[in-house]
């Protein structure tokens, strides 16, 4: 029985209060944090934020980022750029090892750049593609890393866990399922052992000597194992909680929230930098290479009303079609841009020559019917409240006569690449974590046949654009590169090829028995190296 089934009895159980420890209760060492997460990963490390979760338990960075958003050391315990901005010196901690005995240097850390941008992690690669050049070993703890073009955001970018470094050694000796199984770091805890669709065992590196500056300890993890479990379901986790089955869970689903605030469970909150749970307009075929039809779309939805009453006040509702509210350089007037207007719907779709309406009350045009093919990837990128959220976009939608056929994918599907080419939709929806509007460049670079660009989900190729966001990812001047990326928003805005439904969220839900449980401030994935236990 796997263990997601072994909990299914617990989601008939009532609520429960949290027992509160008393004020003086004392840490005690060891132990095993019982944690239930709601995906699992194809691979323990990757480019998907799910692998990025998991491998910040085990993959150390060379920097993190503090509460303030600074870049603090990590593996590097200091670094210098160059005057031209193209080369960054990064000097390593001294006496650091990999779990497999042999050191992490200079060479080790060049040839993760390597492996990351030929193909070793997709996302690390896009977002040093077009800026990285090459990294090469000064001395054993010296590494400089060649830039082709300015980066001034670079070192921030490296806080997030897709660049967790690997053992040189294991990448080049095991096997690719070995290291997807079981990847070697020098982090606070090692891959013990993975039940595919139950379980990973963490077990504590008592070795560890290499904390970020911005952890609340050093040296060795303070308990023994992390238990880290896969529960789809969001009440089957919660009921977990609530019942002592698990000290940790994440995704706490927004209809639950409250209730466990009044029970004292300790709630965390992260609102994801980067794009948030957006809708991308297919601006390559009809319905919605006319721009008129997209701005009518867009004005058919009261998207504060569905996100409100949907998300109970613990989703945030985002207009902003680009980036969310919690990233630097973000544009009020690029979420302002557009209201619920049904009148202006209508007029523009009449305009468009689509007034004609079937029985059913869709619009029609020249005997053809206004349909929205949306798919959306259920369970890995859309948890069951943005399911819901995009129901009620469908039926607001079908008001101003849109027929839009929601297709959920599934996980196997979702990693086959189904619903993924420009035959394939109308709207896609999707988030991309980042910490910073960087990824601005990721998600708007132009496609083209000799460097194509996937997550391009709008298919849109602006060179308008693009020379807008490229131009702020080299300025070195912060308020004149949030100007940039401001304006580059608007123009998304003003050009109605994505909208904003609402940010995406980190949130945890955590026993009273477990303390300093933090989230890491580039990604807001769950901490346990501080974490201990109290009796």
Excluded at 304 to 319: F, L, Q, R, W
Aim: glycine fraction near 8%; aromatic fraction near 12%.
């Amino acid at each position: 029985m796997t263990l997601a089934a072994a909990l299914i009895g617990l989601t008939a159980c009532g609520t429960a209060s949290a027992v509160v420890p008393a004020a003086d209760a004392e840490r005690v060492d060891g132990g095993t944090i019982v944690y239930a997460h709601q995906q699992e990963p194809q691979c323990l490390f990757g480019g998907w934020i799910e692998q990025a979760y998991i491998s910040y338990q085990f993959l150390d960075n060379l920097v993190s980022l503090d509460d303030d958003g600074q870049v603090v050391p990590w593996l590097a315990e200091s670094w210098e750029a160059s005057d031209d901005g193209l080369t960054y010196t990064l000097a390593l901690k001294d006496d650091v090892s990999f779990t497999d005995g042999t050191p992490v240097d200079a060479e080790a850390v060049a040839y993760n750049f390597d492996y990351w941008v030929a193909g070793g992690n997709s996302t690390a690669a896009v977002w040093l593609g077009g800026y990285y050049a090459s990294a090469e070993a000064v001395d054993d703890l010296t590494v400089a890393i060649h830039l082709s073009q300015p980066y001034p955001r670079f070192l921030e970018n490296l806080s997030q866990s897709y660049f967790g470094i690997q053992s040189q050694n294991a990448l080049e000796t095991r096997t690719d399922e070995e290291n997807c199984e079981q990847p070697i770091g020098s982090g606070a805890f090692v891959v013990e052992e993975w039940n595919r669709g139950e379980n990973v065992l963490l077990a504590r590196n008592d070795d560890y000597t290499s904390a970020p500056a911005n952890a609340k300890h050093t040296g060795a993890a303070y308990v023994d194992q992390i238990d880290w479990r896969f529960v789809a379901d969001g009440v089957t986790r919660v009921s977990a909680l609530r019942s002592g089955e698990a000290d940790a869970i994440y995704d706490v689903p927004s209809l639950e929230w409250q209730g466990l605030e009044d029970e004292q469970w300790d709630l965390l909150k992260y609102v994801t930098p980067g794009r948030p749970q957006q809708i991308s307009f297919n601006t390559s075929r009809e319905p919605f290479s006319d721009e008129s039809l997209r701005k009518a779309f867009i004005y058919s939805l009261d998207r504060e009303s569905i996100v409100e009453t949907i998300g109970h006040g613990v989703i945030p509702y985002e207009g902003n079609g680009s980036v969310s509210q919690a990233t630097p350089g973000y544009s009020q007037a690029a979420a302002d841009y557009y209201d619920y207007d049904p009148d202006e719907a209508n007029r523009l779709l009449d305009e468009a020559g689509w007034a004609d309406r079937d029985a059913d009350g869709y619009r029609v045009k020249d005997g053809k019917t206004l349909d929205v093919v949306f798919p959306y990837n259920a369970g890995t990128i859309i948890n069951a409240d943005g399911a819901a959220i995009f129901q009620a976009v469908q039926e607001q939608a079908k008001a101003t006569g849109f027929k839009v056929e929601l297709i959920p994918v599934p996980p196997t599907e979702t990693w086959a690449g189904k619903y993924a080419g420009p035959d394939s939709y109308d709207i896609s929806a999707g988030y991309w974590t980042s910490v910073n509007a960087g990824i601005l460049y990721i998600t708007w670079r132009p496609s083209t046949e000799e460097n194509p660009n996937f997550s391009n989900s709008a298919f849109y190729d602006d060179p308008e654009l693009e020379a807008l966001i490229l131009e702020a990812n080299s300025t070195t001047d912060v308020d004149a590169q949030n100007a940039l990326y401001e304006q580059a928003q608007e123009y998304i805005a003003e050009h109605a090829t994505a909208f904003g439904l609402y940010d995406r969220l980190s949130t945890l839900g955590v026993s009273p028995h477990l303390k300093d449980v933090w989230q890491e401030n580039a990604q807001g994935g769950p901490t346990f190296y501080d974490a201990y236990f109290v009796e």
